[in-house]
């Protein structure tokens, strides 16, 4: 695993707009506007690197299923999770049913050498997904640099929207209309790429899809359903909205009970993901297989934070996360001993904590400072389908990070300059 410097190509921001990321001019503290994407730069991997990043992952989703059937198991495990009561048993009869599910994303801890270490799951509502499916594949074919790119992704997405939106059509007896929505307050417009690039993965999988606002789902109060704007029924609809806010929001209940109903609406990503995109999931896959001595060498020590095992991390350091936190927001780093390390703002934490002992992101040093990555392996229909990789300047990957291209097996030409 090395961070090699490339060649910028002529013209490259308006081509990565032209492929959907309309959002790479990133606002930092002070006003200053810089580029999210960085084009002359990139990781470079062995295949056998690939090989084992693959592996791992599926490792990893592999367990977090057995994590959720601990979970589901176990009440008090729930709570701690802060899985709210009255969504609890339609959780577990979606869990048991397997509804069509499409796609999250680990989030990676390695060098290139030790132990690959889980950071944390993003299986909700993950974002990033334009850029890694789309413009670093692009930008590969287009610089010619590195002999390939682990990038299955959107043929993968087809697939994975075919095959679950097919047994629908069996369970059902008609085809359905796929309905995406994402939150009109989304101001960057990297949400509503990321729908209309799923809409777009849906309708090369043979089926009719309409984009809209979660904003703009309906509640009919006569019939209790789901409906657009132009009074169609809601099929099926993916959201990129967390279920901790649609539960929390005036449709909660209405969303449990349709859920309920043979002929309801189906929502991708399914409500059981509350299961995998909850903080909490790491220290039940630790309660799971600490002792396990193939998984274990794959995760990180991690408790809730009102556990008192959670002191033990004292030693070592650790990351203070809130259960239902997004983009770094109010991540604590403390090194060995306690003193803080790095911190981020927020409005998480009231749910609850969990602790993780502490495993600081590499830095693969340049000339321009330091550069901490984070792997992002990507899932989909249950499989490894790729890698996107975002780096900060600091330890806590946050909403101000950049999205960095990856390359296999890249070979050096005369003249170029590179770092390790």
């Known amino acids: 695993m090395r961070r090699l410097y490339g060649t910028a190509r002529r013209g490259w921001e308006a081509e990565i ?3 959907g990321l309309v959002y790479n001019k990133t606002t930092v503290p002070g006003g200053e506007t810089r580029s999210y994407w960085r084009e002359d730069v990139f990781y470079d991997f062995t295949a056998a690197q690939i090989d084992h990043l693959a592996d791992v992952t599926d490792q990893l989703f592999a367990a977090c299923v057995e994590a959720g059937d601990v979970a589901l198991a176990d009440e008090r495990l729930l709570d701690r999770m802060r899985i709210p009561r009255d969504a609890r048993e339609v959780i577990k009869a979606t869990w048991d049913a397997e509804p069509p599910s499409v796609y999250g994303r680990f989030d990676l801890w390695w060098d290139g050498e030790g132990a690959v270490r889980l950071l944390e799951f993003n299986a909700d509502t993950p974002t990033s997904l334009v850029e890694a499916a789309v413009v670093q594949w692009a930008w590969h074919l287009e610089t010619g640099q590195g002999r390939d790119q682990w990038n299955q992704l959107d043929d993968r997405l087809v697939d994975a929207w075919r ?5 629908w059509e069996a369970e059902h007896g008609r085809r359905p209309r796929v309905h995406l929505a994402w939150t009109d307050g989304d101001r960057s417009g990297e949400d509503w790429m990321t729908v209309a690039y799923l809409a777009d993965t849906v309708q090369r999988a043979g089926y009719e899809t309409v984009v809209l606002t979660t904003e703009e789902l309906a509640l009919d109060t006569g019939d209790a359903r789901f409906y657009d704007p132009k009074g169609n029924l809601i099929d099926v609809v993916f959201k990129l909205y967390p279920w901790e806010w649609l539960l929390d929001d005036a449709y909660g209940p209405s969303v449990i009970a349709d859920l309920w109903t043979p002929d309801g609406t189906t929502w991708i990503e399914p409500i059981w993901k509350m299961l995998w995109s909850n903080k909490g999931l ?9 002792d396990d001595p193939v998984i274990s060498k794959h995760l990180l020590p991690a408790y809730f934070a009102d556990d008192p095992r959670a002191a033990e991390l004292e030693r070592t350091g650790y990351a203070r996360k809130p259960i239902y936190g997004r983009e770094g927001n109010n991540v604590e780093l403390f090194a ?4 803080p390390l790095a911190s981020q703002g927020g409005k998480y934490g009231a749910e609850g904590w969990v602790v993780q ?7 693969f040093a340049g000339p321009d400072g330091p550069h901490h990555p984070v792997l992002g392996a990507w899932v989909v229909d249950g499989e490894a389908a790729g890698l996107g990789i975002r780096e900060s300047d600091g330890l806590i990957t946050d909403d101000l990070s950049f999205f960095v291209p990856h390359t296999i097996d890249y070979r050096r030409p005369p003249n170029t300059t590179w770092s390790a």
């Open 17 to 19: 707009e032209s492929q």
């Open 163 to 167: 095959r679950n939106l097919s047994r």
């Open 282 to 290: 790491l220290p039940v896959l630790w309660q799971r297989y600490a």
């Open 336 to 339: 060995p001993g306690g003193a």
């Open 357 to 363: 002992q502490l495993c600081a992101l590499p830095d």
